[in-house]
């Protein structure tokens, strides 16, 4: 059987950033295959935020530094392949630990800011891909299982600063990971459960979809799963690229009347196009999405927010465009996005999505970034990234931040 390759998120990632090839450890027993491979990062992260109130001009501004992890957590794989009857089967596990806490006490992991005892989950190992799949390039491909998305998956295995930190770097405390571009030109994709049929390759064209796990976003009960789909064409020659669409759309519903606030049944959907092409070297990238009842996707995450509960639904769109080019071992790229919720919302309290009173919030953000590979396993970062939100806050607030990270990761 041709080995496959190990995890595919991150050697998408590093394909995206230009780094090398994963170095997995492998090993075979009897018609077993083992792949162990993984990451570790770490960022000195400087933010400054200020936030000014609009109908006043008065302003308030706090500079924190902070040791984090970038936009990836640490991350180790062990994945078994074997073939058996004219399937190839694959079995992924993951575990995403990181070296982020919100401990006061200086050496402890843990904090408990409250006093209660309760330990913070996200300062534990999050298990992030779970699953098996089978199938052969004749008729294509199942997984069950918890695993990467399809709605917004390939914006953000492109984006550069997935080997950084990018902005929205305060979230990296209690998470393992920063923000990334997320919430500034896309949404998060997440890793869901799944059940998911992927096409075999078809000269360059490739299409996945799948039943996914809901979530009670508007409504108490979830008759059906949420489901995701996508496409896309790859081509090579002197001047590669790619293109790709993608839908989401999940639906909510009251299990009895007057049990729910509004409509009885509420929808969700999302769409995406994309495309990135290589030019010597020189990679550009353009992407677009529009989503409505979707969730904040100044926020990022997808189902959270995205209706005010009477059955009015926000609208949100969102464009992300970045520019590389590559000396030698060094990489150096910008990129720009913005998105913005309309009407629908209500919000939630702290940071960029904060509750506002008003029916518009847009979040804009670019960054600048140089990617060093000082071998094959490691790759050194700095950034400057540049964060503006729009109408934040009931009190008519806007936010502008700065962040400046330097830092390093390793795959192996």
């Known amino acids: 059987m041709k080995k496959q390759m190990s995890v595919r998120p991150l050697l998408l990632a590093i394909a995206a950033c230009g780094s090398a090839s994963s170095h997995a450890v492998s090993f075979t027993h009897n018609d077993i295959t083992m792949d162990i491979n993984g990451t570790i990062n770490g960022y000195y992260v400087n933010r400054q935020a200020k936030l000014t109130n609009i109908s006043t001009g008065a302003s308030t501004t706090t500079n924190n530094s902070a040791l984090t992890n970038g936009l ?51 300062s534990q190992i999050d298990t992030r891909n779970v699953y098996f799949q089978f199938g052969n390039k004749d008729w294509g491909s199942l997984k069950f299982g918890r695993d990467i998305g399809l709605f917004g998956q390939n914006v953000i295995l492109n984006d550069m600063t997935l080997l950084g930190v990018g902005g929205t770097s305060n979230a990296g405390i209690p998470y393992n990971t920063t923000f990334g571009m997320i919430g500034h030109g896309y949404m998060y994709t997440g890793f869901q459960p799944q059940i998911t049929y ?5 000269g360059g064209f490739q299409a996945a979809a799948g039943i996914f796990q809901p979530a009670k976003f508007a409504g108490d009960e979830t008759k059906s799963p949420g489901f995701q789909a996508m496409a896309s064409y790859d081509w090579k020659g002197s001047t590669p690229g790619k293109v790709w669409t993608g839908l989401v759309t999940q639906s909510t519903s009251c299990s009895t009347s007057g049990a729910c606030v509004g409509n009885e049944d509420h929808s969700a959907t999302g769409y995406e196009l994309g495309g990135k092409i290589g030019i010597g070297n020189f990679e550009a990238l353009a992407y677009a999405f529009t989503g409505r009842g979707l969730g904040l996707s100044t926020v990022g ?16 769109r969102g464009y992300f465009l970045q520019g590389t080019y590559k000396f030698g071992d060094t990489k150096v790229g910008l990129n720009y996005g913005q998105n913005k919720d309309k009407n629908g919302f209500v919000g939630i309290t702290g940071g960029a999505g904060a509750q506002s009173s008003l029916n518009e919030i847009k979040n804009r953000a670019y ?29 008519n ?10 830092g390093g990761i390793i795959f192996f």
Request: aromatic share 10%; proline share 5%.
């Open 72 to 122: 990836l957590p640490g991350w180790i794989n062990f994945v078994m392949t074997t073939q058996a009857k004219g399937q190839d089967i694959k079995a992924h596990f993951s575990f995403a630990p990181g070296i982020n806490n919100n401990s006061n006490v200086v050496g402890l992991p843990i904090g408990d800011p409250g006093g209660t005892g309760d330990s913070d989950a996200f």
């Open 198 to 202: 992927t096409t075999p390759m078809m």
């Open 301 to 316: 995450a997808q189902f959270l927010g995205g209706s005010d509960g009477a059955g009015d639904k926000t609208d949100s």
């Open 367 to 395: 960054t600048i970034g140089v990617y060093h590979s000082l071998n094959k396993f490691i790759t050194l970062v700095g950034e400057f990234n540049q964060e503006k939100v729009s109408n934040v806050g009931d009190s």
């Open 397 to 406: 607030f806007d936010a502008k931040n700065r962040t400046i990270s330097l």
